[in-house]
């Protein structure tokens, strides 16, 4: 049988060795592009496996049976991941999120989440150390994850509503099983867990009200994601975008809303409070309102590859360099070039025909 051609393979393919310079500057923990970015966050792809098949990032018709996902010896070791990210913690990034795929397909995930609990960032703190989820397995995982050092957790969960959220995930997984995975996580001792949801018109729009409602008073904090065009795969289109400013409109109107300062300088979601105390949700506007100016964000590929943007069509490959035998120095010197010479800002200048250009799948590098 010949293999199925997908989208995806010709951007793996795509790949950059990185430059070394010829005298490695010492990482100072201050790394900014060209636009004066500082590179703060890190996202590690554990694996591009998921045992989902959500229509907006691994569409069935496209991971099929037929669909060859990375053998295990092209996949970053945990050795591996831990000293990348011990690199990257040198050039200034305080904050580590471990995404898929669905990265508790990863076998004995929680022995890297200990060695990484491990690693400091420049000015010798502990990591921000957060992991997202579709939490299918989270109810037998949360409390080993918690003891290795995990800080906090994000959950998937695009509707309340049963036949919508079995339709959207395609492989009939049932909502309460989430819910299981949430309150596990709870029991663990993880506090203000975040729920994810993804926002599609004509999909699971009716249901944004009703999710504001279920997690209000909870504790946790629900964010709500314009529909992206991510990857090549997903049949993205404008008309599809339920935009943030309305998704406020309508959680307001019945429950009341205030707008609540970031946490952070770069960060993603906007923060809406309750007017009446009893929690807040988020609004992430990449499509609509674009944050790219502040975006402090790079993503590591489950087969290394550095990837400055997550609209990006090409990563560049840092495991090449670990698995030639370049030093630490080597390679930190080559990442600090990289992020100098960063320019990316799709979100600012979107057009019709950049959404049409072939990007790598998110499920490859993690949202």
């Not at 490695?24 to 500082?38: E, N, Q, S, V, Y």
């Not at 694996?47 to 959500?54: A, G």
């Not at 009703?210 to 209000?216: L, S």
């Not at 799709?346 to 590098?365: A, D, G, H, W």
Request: aromatic share 6%; charged share 25%; glycine share 6%.
């Amino acid at each position: 049988m010949i293999a199925k051609t997908i989208p995806i393979v010709d951007q793996r393919a795509a790949r950059r060795v990185p430059v070394i310079p010829a005298h490695p500057p010492a990482p100072g923990g201050m790394l900014a592009d060209t636009r004066g970015r500082l590179l703060r966050d890190l996202r590690i792809s554990v694996t591009d496996r998921c045992n989902f098949r959500c229509t907006y990032c691994m569409p069935k018709e496209v991971f099929d049976r037929d669909y060859h996902f990375l053998p295990r010896t092209e996949l970053l070791s945990f050795e591996e991941i831990t000293r990348m990210t011990r690199l990257f913690a040198a050039h200034g990034v305080e904050k580590l999120r471990l995404t898929g795929g669905e990265p508790l397909l990863r076998k004995d995930l929680e022995v890297l989440i200990e060695m990484l609990a491990a690693l400091e960032t420049h000015d010798g703190k502990p990591l921000d150390l957060t992991l997202t989820t579709n939490a299918s397995l989270l109810s037998r995982k949360a409390q080993a994850f918690k003891a290795a050092g995990l800080q906090r957790i994000t959950v998937s969960l695009d509707s309340l509503d049963e036949a919508v959220f079995r339709a959207m995930n395609d492989v009939d997984f049932p909502v309460a099983d989430v819910l299981k995975g949430i309150d596990a996580a709870h029991d663990a001792g993880f506090a203000h867990i975040k729920i994810n949801m993804v926002v599609k018109k004509g999909v699971n729009d009716h249901d944004i009200v009703a999710m504001a409602r279920r997690f209000k008073g909870s504790g946790h904090i629900v964010r709500f994601i314009e529909f992206m065009d991510v990857g090549s795969s997903n049949g993205w289109r404008m008309n599809d975008v339920v935009p943030s400013a309305e998704i406020v409109r309508m959680i307001s109107a019945e429950m009341p809303l205030i707008e609540a300062e970031p946490n952070y300088i770069g960060e993603v979601a906007e923060r809406w409070a309750y007017a009446d105390g009893s929690g807040e949700i988020g609004v992430i506007s990449s499509v609509t309102e674009a944050f790219c100016s502040t975006c402090t964000r790079a993503r590591l590929s489950t087969d290394g590859k550095l990837y400055t943007c997550l609209f990006a069509q090409s990563g560049h490959d840092l495991r090449a360099l670990m698995r030639s035998g370049k030093s630490d120095e080597q390679i930190a010197a080559a990442i600090g070039l990289i992020w100098n010479q960063r320019e990316d800002r799709y979100s600012e200048i979107r057009t019709e025909e950049m959404v049409r250009t072939k990007k790598i799948e998110m499920s490859y590098i993690g949202g």
